[in-house]
């Protein structure tokens, strides 16, 4: 019975760690960015590569509005995509294709839920994410 209860304290203990460090980082109402406003600063990369330019035009069309420049997200409307929160190894690129598929319902941010979106093709998602993993990566996010 001791084992038990503690390899469930265990199990909670590394649940609790886990939500801590991928939580969206909070911020004071004095630190708070406007209704708008980018969430993140980046750094751009140098170059892009084919599929990432073309993906990046896709992105304006599309994403930017609520994801905001250069995936900084936009405060009010939806999160940056430049965070480790998205990082490969957590949001895989087909949770990408499956979000612009089928919408995403609010997880890890307060801005509600993401609709599907339509008008985009395979292709277009697959150099979407191409356009974000290289600024992730020119980011430190791998």
Request: net charge negative; charged share 15%.
């Amino acid at each position: 019975m001791n084992k038990t209860l503690i390899a469930a304290l265990g199990v909670a203990a590394l649940a609790g760690a886990a939500y801590y460090l991928t939580r969206p980082p909070q911020m004071t109402q004095a630190e708070a960015p406007a209704e708008g406003d980018a969430l993140v600063t980046i750094t751009q990369p140098e170059t892009l590569s084919p599929e990432a330019l073309m993906g990046s035009r896709a992105f304006d069309a599309t994403c930017a509005s609520c994801h905001g420049d250069n995936a900084t997200g936009k405060m009010g409307f939806g999160p940056p995509l430049v965070h480790k929160i998205y990082e490969p190894s957590h949001h895989g690129d087909m949770a990408f294709v499956l979000a612009v598929q089928n919408g995403v319902r609010a997880h890890h941010w307060p801005f509600g839920d993401m609709p599907a979106q339509s008008g985009l093709t395979r292709a277009d998602v697959g150099n979407i994410i191409a356009f974000v993993r290289e600024l992730q990566r020119a980011n430190g996010i791998e």
